[in-house]
């Protein structure tokens, strides 16, 4: 396939003059079309990541790299992606958006991969697997050696979706690239960055498979503004990582105030930025934080989520306003 060739592509090198893109050429901050392959950010972070420009792809959030992948690596009405639920929900929705078929295995109770399960449920028309790890809603890792071996059996792409990798202590699979050809990393400036605003996801894989996600996405997917701005947030990641170590420390903290309440069950432990938590009484105790004030997400319809809610962990003023309301309970 030919992609769009735009006026950029076309000529990539610096000028005085511009008279190719039928641009207004009275100056503003965006009268000109941003850089559609966005080569400052992925330079910075190539060199952070330790990768290439060309394994990198940006997307306007996570959320498009999801959807330009089945896009590109399925075909409708034909083709399947494989997910293991519970899980982020935007993979289903893509993959039906798309008409591509959706393959569902259950996680354990306990929220890892039943491998077993996983590989029997793979067939010829699969071709997209998503793990999500740090897994939303329920916050663990999956199990590392299961996804080796997923990379080592399955022909199709493996996504391992780590939007909350920074809230972990486990090493990113970034750094196993080079092993796998058919791994697919996504991460996102939307939650240890603080950055949701902006729509930007990073989506790592081999140069062969970025290629191709370049073909078929927009050529200006990602705006002026958003690549100036995610430059200047890394370039003054100090504050991430602040950031990050005081989720984290809250994180603990309420975990432990949350285990004491009397009417919660159980309180999943988490390597991301939220916890999901088992009470008696789900719809009761949404129903109570709603009325203050505080807006929690009731999981209790999905699968080993029977009366689950999920809490994000806030600022230490927000999560003592949370625990304070839970103890009116
Ligand atoms: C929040 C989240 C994302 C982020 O999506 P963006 O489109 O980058 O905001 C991706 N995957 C998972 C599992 C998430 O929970």
Same mark, same amino acid.
């Given at each position: 396939?030919?992609?769009?060739?735009?006026?950029?592509?076309?000529?990539?090198?610096?000028?005085?003059?511009?008279?190719?893109?039928?641009?207004?050429?009275?100056?503003?901050?965006?009268?000109?079309?941003?850089?559609?392959?966005?080569?400052?950010?992925?330079?910075?972070?190539?060199?952070?990541?330790?990768?290439?420009?060309?394994?990198?792809?940006?997307?306007?959030?996570?959320?498009?790299?999801?959807?330009?992948?089945?896009? *590109?690596?399925?075909?409708? #009405? $034909? =083709? /399947? @992606? +494989?997910? %293991?639920?519970?899980?982020?929900?935007?993979?289903? &929705?893509?993959?039906?958006?798309?008409?591509?078929?959706?393959?569902?295995?259950?996680?354990?109770?306990?929220?890892?991969?039943?491998?077993?399960?996983?590989?029997?449920?793979?067939?010829?028309?699969?071709?997209?697997?998503?793990?999500?790890?740090?897994?939303?809603? *329920?916050?663990?890792?999956? #199990? $590392? =050696? /299961? @996804? +080796?071996? %997923?990379?080592?059996?399955?022909?199709?792409?493996? &996504?391992?979706?780590?939007?909350?990798?920074?809230?972990?202590?486990?090493?990113?699979?970034?750094?196993?690239?080079?092993?796998?050809?058919?791994?697919?990393?996504?991460?996102?400036?939307?939650?240890?960055?603080?950055?949701?605003?902006?729509?930007?996801?990073?989506?790592?894989?081999?140069?062969?498979?970025?290629?191709?996600?370049?073909?078929?996405?927009?050529?200006?997917?990602?705006?002026?503004?958003?690549?100036?701005?995610?430059?200047?947030?890394?370039?003054?990641?100090?504050?991430?990582?602040?950031?990050?170590?005081?989720?984290?420390?809250?994180?603990?903290?309420?975990?432990?105030?949350?285990?004491?309440?009397?009417?919660?069950?159980?309180?999943?432990?988490?390597?991301?930025?939220?916890?999901?938590?088992?009470?008696?009484?789900?719809?009761?105790?949404?129903?109570?934080?709603?009325?203050?004030?505080?807006?929690?997400?009731?999981?209790?319809?999905?699968?080993?989520?029977?009366?689950?809610?999920?809490?994000?962990?806030?600022?230490?003023?927000?999560?003592?306003?949370?625990?304070?309301?839970?103890?009116?309970?």
């Amino acid at each position: 396939m030919k992609p769009y060739s735009s006026a950029r592509d076309e000529f990539k090198g610096e000028a005085e003059v511009y008279l190719d893109a039928n641009e207004n050429p009275f100056p503003s901050s965006y009268n000109r079309y941003p850089d559609p392959l966005q080569k400052n950010v992925k330079a910075v972070l190539a060199s952070t990541q330790n990768v290439q420009p060309e394994n990198i792809f940006l997307g306007n959030g996570s959320d498009e790299a999801i959807d330009v992948l089945i896009r *590109s690596f399925c075909e409708p #009405n $034909r =083709d /399947s @992606i +494989l997910i %293991l639920e519970p899980t982020y929900g935007m993979y289903a &929705v893509c993959a039906n958006v798309n008409a591509v078929n959706i393959k569902s295995v259950a996680l354990t109770p306990s929220f890892d991969i039943d491998l077993e399960a996983t590989l029997n449920e793979i067939d010829s028309t699969t071709k997209i697997v998503f793990i999500c790890s740090p897994n939303n809603p *329920s916050g663990n890792l999956l #199990n $590392r =050696d /299961s @996804i +080796l071996t %997923l990379l080592n059996s399955f022909k199709g792409l493996v &996504v391992v979706d780590e939007a909350y990798i920074d809230f972990s202590s486990s090493e990113s699979f970034v750094t196993s690239l080079a092993m796998f050809p058919t791994l697919v990393v996504l991460q996102t400036f939307s939650k240890a960055w603080g950055l949701a605003g902006l729509r930007l996801g990073i989506c790592y894989a081999a140069a062969e498979i970025i290629e191709i996600l370049n073909k078929v996405k927009y050529p200006y997917n990602i705006n002026s503004q958003t690549q100036y701005l995610a430059l200047e947030a890394m370039a003054n990641s100090e504050k991430k990582k602040l950031d990050v170590k005081q989720l984290i420390h809250e994180r603990v903290k309420l975990e432990k105030k949350l285990a004491e309440l009397p009417f919660v069950k159980f309180v999943f432990p988490s390597q991301a930025n939220f916890l999901l938590v088992r009470v008696t009484n789900a719809a009761h105790v949404y129903n109570v934080l709603l009325q203050k004030g505080v807006i929690v997400r009731n999981r209790s319809s999905i699968l080993h989520c029977e009366n689950c809610i999920r809490i994000t962990i806030g600022t230490p003023q927000e999560n003592q306003r949370l625990l304070t309301t839970l103890k009116e309970i």
